[in-house]
């Protein structure tokens, strides 16, 4: 009864940069649809529409931010999220060593 109508979750797959322009070249040229594309190599239509957005960010054709900058911005994230960490950990030891009896 638990398993009526729901999938297992497949495993996070990834996929080389060339793989994936070779999925976005095949959906420019027009010979098939986003769906069949996607039907043909067993990918979402999700994934793959993002992979197409995304080339024509990259390309210039539309606007939005290119995998340069969205790679910049995470790594620039992670940065300021271990600095932060950082000064919490020395704004506790400060409370904690101005605390000790002299």
């Known amino acids: 009864m638990e398993s009526m109508g729901k999938k297992k979750p497949r495993p996070r797959r990834s996929f080389t940069p060339e793989f994936k322009a070779e999925i976005v070249e095949l959906c420019r040229r027009g010979d098939r649809s986003v769906g069949q594309v996607s039907k043909d190599f067993d990918l979402t239509e999700t994934t793959v529409r993002d992979w197409v957005k995304q080339a024509e960010i990259d390309a210039g054709e ?5 995998s340069d900058e969205r790679d910049e911005l995470a790594r620039l994230r992670r940065e300021n999220r271990r600095l932060r960490e950082d000064v919490d950990i020395l704004r506790r030891a400060t409370a904690f060593f101005a605390s000790m009896p002299k």
């Open 62 to 66: 539309r606007n939005g931010l290119t």
